[in-house]
C-alpha cells in the first residue's frame, strides 16, 4: 500500500464502512491493513510523543515547535522569590523576553542556591541557547560556568547584583544598581534628618539587619551604613542577615530588641525585612516611627517596590526607603538588540534611583557632591 497522508487515509476508511455490506475477504485485509497505518501515523504525530516531550519548555509554559525556531533563546538564571523586588523583577524580564516579542525565555528559579545557578548555566550551554542572563545570588564563584559559557561562545550579561571575576571578558556587561549609593543615600537622610530634629549623633544605637551575606546589595548597603556611622559617630549595637525575607527580618529583629533594649533604628537592606522588623517591634510592645526621643524605633529600607512599602512609609513606620528599581527586563532586552546590531554596551550601566519618605523635612539628599530627591509620599 503505497503512503499516504493520514487525513487521506481516514477518507478511505470512512468510504470503506459506507460500503461495508459488499466486501469480501480481500477488502477485509485492506481495510485492517489502513486501521493499523491510521493508529502508527497518529502516534508519531501526536503532542507529547517522545520527540516534542524533549522540546524547550518557556516561561510562560508553553513548548518550543518548529514554529519558535526564529525566536531568540534567552536563558535566565535568577536567584529566587524571596522578595517583593524579585518578584517584581521576575515579571519585568517575562514581559519583555516574551514570544510576541520574538523570544523564547528559559526561566530558572534557583532558590537562593549558586550550585543551581551553576547548574541552569551549564544547561542552558547544552543547549546552545543564544544570550545567557543571570542574575547572581552571590558575587564571589562564578569563573569557572563563565568560562564554560565564553568557550561556547554564548554572550553573558549581568544583570542586579554584580559578579567578582578575575577575567572581567567572562561576560559582556552588568546593568543594575549602585547598592553603596542607595546605602549612602539612606545614611545621609538619617544625617539630615538628626541634624534638623537635633537628635544627637552618639544617641543612635542602630542594627543592621543584613541581606544575602556576599551579595552586592549586601555589601554595599553594609557599607553605606558602616561607613556612615564611623563618619558621625553612629553605634551599630549588631548585624545579622535578615536574608532579604519578612520572616526572617521579623526573627533577627526580634533577637536584637531582646538583647540591646536600647536599639532606636533598624536599618533593614530591603522592604521585606522592614515588615518583618515592624512585626517583631510591634510584638514587642514599641512602635515603629521616627519620633526616637518618645522611645519609637525607626525604621529605614530598600526597595520600594510593593504597595504595602509605600503604605508603611505613608503611616511613618518606614521612615525612608532608598529605592531599587526592579524592572531591568527592557533594560537587557535592548542591550540584546543592540548586540545584535553589532554595537558593544558598556561594561558597566548603573540605574537611576531615588528615595522615599514621608517626612516632609528632607525634599533631596546629597552625596559626593550630587543631589538626588527625595520623593515625599503623599497622604
Ligand atoms: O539585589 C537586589 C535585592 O535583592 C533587593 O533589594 C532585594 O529585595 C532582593 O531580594
Not at 477488502?27 to 491493513?33: A, D, E, G, Y
Not at 517522545?50 to 536567584?79: C, H, K, P, R
Not at 558575587?139 to 547584583?161: H, N, S, Y
Not at 544625617?191 to 530634629?197: G, L, P, R
Request: proline share 3%; with cysteine; charged share 25%.
Amino acid at each position: 500500500m503505497p503512503w499516504q497522508p493520514a487525513c487521506r487515509i481516514v477518507w478511505h476508511i470512512s468510504m470503506s464502512k459506507i460500503s461495508v455490506m459488499k466486501i469480501n475477504s480481500k477488502q477485509i485485509t485492506n481495510i485492517l491493513i489502513a486501521i493499523l497505518c491510521i493508529v502508527f501515523l497518529t502516534a508519531c504525530g501526536t503532542p507529547g510523543s517522545s520527540e516534542t516531550s524533549q522540546d524547550s519548555s518557556s516561561a510562560d509554559g508553553a513548548t518550543s515547535d518548529a514554529s519558535d525556531q526564529d525566536l531568540i533563546v534567552v536563558g535566565f538564571s535568577q536567584v529566587g522569590a524571596e522578595s517583593d523586588w524579585r518578584k517584581e523583577n521576575t515579571q519585568s524580564m517575562i514581559k519583555a523576553f516574551s514570544a510576541e516579542r520574538g523570544y523564547d525565555l528559559i526561566l530558572e528559579d534557583a532558590q537562593q542556591k549558586q550550585s543551581n545557578q551553576i547548574t541552569a548555566i551549564r544547561t542552558f550551554i547544552q543547549r546552545d541557547v543564544d544570550y545567557i542572563v543571570l542574575a547572581p545570588v552571590t558575587e564571589e564563584g562564578w569563573d569557572t560556568v563563565l568560562g564554560e559559557a565564553k568557550d561556547a561562545g554564548i554572550p553573558v550579561i549581568i544583570v542586579d547584583r554584580k559578579v567578582a571575576t578575575e577575567d572581567e571578558d567572562l561576560f559582556t556587561c552588568w546593568i543594575g544598581s549602585d547598592f553603596e549609593l542607595e546605602g549612602k543615600k539612606v545614611c545621609t537622610w538619617l544625617t539630615d534628618f538628626c541634624t534638623k530634629k537635633g537628635i544627637a549623633p552618639d544617641s543612635l544605637n542602630i542594627v543592621d539587619i543584613q541581606g544575602t551575606i556576599g551579595s552586592s546589595a549586601q555589601i554595599g548597603r553594609t557599607k553605606g551604613l558602616v561607613d556612615a556611622a564611623a563618619k558621625n559617630g553612629w553605634n551599630i549595637a549588631g548585624m545579622a542577615s535578615g536574608e532579604y525575607t519578612q520572616a526572617k527580618g521579623r526573627e533577627v529583629t526580634a533577637g536584637f530588641l531582646g538583647r540591646f533594649p536600647e536599639i532606636n533604628v533598624v536599618y533593614c537592606e530591603n522592604d521585606n525585612e522592614a515588615f518583618g522588623a515592624i512585626e517583631a517591634i510591634e510584638a514587642a510592645g514599641k512602635k515603629a516611627g521616627s519620633d526616637i526621643a518618645k522611645g519609637e524605633i525607626m525604621v529605614l529600607s530598600f526597595d520600594g517596590v510593593s504597595q504595602e512599602a509605600i503604605e508603611d512609609a505613608r503611616e511613618g513606620k518606614i521612615s525612608c526607603i532608598g529605592e531599587c528599581n526592579p524592572l531591568h527586563g527592557p533594560r537587557v532586552e535592548k542591550i540584546i538588540k543592540n548586540l545584535r546590531q553589532g554595537v558593544q554596551p558598556d561594561k558597566y550601566i548603573y540605574v537611576e534611583e531615588e528615595v522615599f519618605s514621608a517626612d516632609q523635612s528632607i525634599t533631596a539628599v546629597e552625596v559626593e557632591g550630587n543631589g538626588y530627591p527625595v520623593t515625599i509620599i503623599g497622604q
